[in-house]
């Protein structure tokens, strides 16, 4: 996502009013991301740990 992210942004002019809302859009997008992969990082450790016990 993070590249065909930023090629879009490239396109698109600085001075355009969209240009804004959608880096805004884009920043939530990978920082959701981040956060899901986290997430399943963390619940996977969580079930090794248990079903080791």
Known sequence: MNKQFFSEM???????ELRSKLLLHGVKRILEEKQEKRKRGLLGFIRRKTNNL
């Open 10 to 16: 490239r396109k698109i002019s600085h001075e355009d």
